[in-house]
């Protein structure tokens, strides 16, 4: 799967995902023409919950799509903790 600027995620509700005729409109190339399912081995993992799957699938589109957040973390956003005070890095 490769993301590419203006693609759209959506995801379902845990217990029955998206509905058919959802399903069906993303089958659609007018509206991109992909749907994707995140593999999981049941051997060690059950389920995914809905938040998971969108971290892992915005966290794939994020880094396909060259944020520069994945990049370069900003200093401003590393905190460490000094003495029981939260400092960001540029603090310390």
């Not at 991109?32 to 995140?38: A, V």
């Not at 993992?45 to 915005?58: D, E, H, K, T």
């Amino acid at each position: 799967m490769t993301y590419k600027p203006g693609d759209w995620l959506v995801f379902g509700s845990e217990p029955s995902g998206l509905p058919p005729e959802v399903l069906t409109d993303c089958a659609n190339e007018v509206y991109g023409g992909r749907t994707i399912r995140i593999p999981i081995l049941e051997t060690y993992v059950r389920c995914l919950n809905l938040s998971v799957c969108v971290g892992i699938a915005v966290y794939e589109a994020s880094r396909q799509l060259g944020y520069e957040q994945f990049d370069d973390v900003s200093s401003e956003f590393i905190e460490s903790e000094v003495n029981g005070k939260a400092l960001t890095s540029t603090e310390l």
